[in-house]
């Protein structure tokens, strides 16, 4: 199980927001220490991040907030720091704490919106993670720092790379159809005159072959070129 | 290069969020259909996004917005509405567009807060994507959702898995060292007495092996218990 702690958050917009990419995530869990209490009692109004701010616990230490976690990773903007732990990038973070979340609990900290975890925060952490954002502009908001390292966890790396199937293509003959049909209307509309009209036939074969046409529009488009034609023999 | 296109936002916090997420992941290039003119106004007094805010294109249709862009992804929290076009998992759409971006232009386009991507909006689109997000709670806010896909183009896929190298732990002689000290010190403490003292230092011995005891730290915990045994002696 993996919990979300957020150490002095001032603004309630961000523990809202925390709390509704919880919620779209699937973490229930929130610990928060020493809030601001106007921005904690104003986030409670967010709307259906609700019954995760209600059940937040709020704690007086980082160390209460952690009780019973054997893994806590804390987040950090600031990679040149005198770290006396290890530092991953997120996605080295996220493989390593969803192994550990498949049988035991983790936390998972973020600091204040103004000067992020304090050396003494990130004392309790057994190392610590970085969201792989421009070193010049490095700082994100809390709300979005959350939600992308949620979704680092909940992303299913093995769809990666997989595409969606490609739609089964026109073959030959309907192509042929088509370029039939194409040729024999522009033959009415004037665009090929006798002298080079079977140079254009090739053109045309060409240009049609050069087209992706799915087998489910084929006859869409030969009802369009049979409409042409009609008009253009008209 | 990526085009964020936000169609008819709403809230200028959320225009302000995707603006500062451009900027942390470094995308600069905004543009937005049919904005709702205070939102837009008000956003652009957002801090350290302001150069992204200043640049931001506003355009009268989502064609305008998409033209010279030869990848259009639309993005959706609805799975199962009757789509015309084919719905990747973000994971999916990641390197995909990574490609694309690596010799072509393409757009990303976000509806608004309230209703998402219309289908005409959609009928601007190659192919949607979808963050995983749980069904009961599918809709994200759209400055979250925002950074989210720029973090999926931004991460290392390279990365993932490679741990941080394990610190070089103590040797057999380091810790049997550890062991001896421990042991005197608990003689001394009256934590072994002679009949069991055999069985206890093969216990000890064990504990001390569990331990997993970095090698630049074994001159501290020597220290340590050197300054314990002399205490214990006294």
């Known amino acids: 199980m993996l919990r979300i702690v957020l150490v002095a958050p001032r603004n309630p917009l961000n523990i809202g927001a925390a709390a509704r990419a919880m919620s779209n995530f699937g973490f229930p869990d929130l610990r928060l220490v020493n809030p601001y209490d106007v921005a904690f009692t104003e986030a409670r109004s967010a709307v259906r991040s609700h019954y995760i701010l209600e059940q937040a616990q709020v704690c007086a230490s980082v160390g209460e907030a952690v009780s019973g976690c054997t893994l806590v990773a804390g987040t950090t903007a600031v990679g040149n720091r005198d770290l006396h ?86 073959d030959a003959g309907d192509l042929e159809r088509m370029t039939a049909l194409l040729t024999e209307t522009l033959q009415h509309s004037g665009y090929v005159n006798e002298r080079t009209s079977q140079s254009t036939e090739l053109k045309i074969r060409r240009l049609v072959r050069r087209l992706r046409v799915p087998q489910g529009d084929l006859e869409t488009w030969l009802g369009i070129l049979r409409q042409i034609l009609w008009k253009a023999k008209g």
């Not at 996605?91 to 600091?111: D, K, T, V, Y």
């Not at 990130?122 to 939600?147: K, T």
Request: glycine share 6%; with cysteine; aromatic share 8%.
């Open 85 to 170: 732990v290890p530092l991953y990038r997120l996605e080295q973070a996220g493989p390593i704490m969803r192994e550990h979340l498949e049988s035991s609990p983790a936390a998972l900290l973020f600091g204040s919106e103004k000067f992020g975890l304090s050396n003494e925060d990130m004392s309790y952490c057994n190392w610590l993670l970085r969201i792989p954002s421009r070193e010049e502009h490095a700082s994100m908001n809390l709300g979005q720092a959350v939600a992308i390292c949620l979704y680092e966890l909940k992303r299913d790396a093995a769809l990666a790379g997989t595409r969606f199937p490609t739609p089964e293509m026109a």
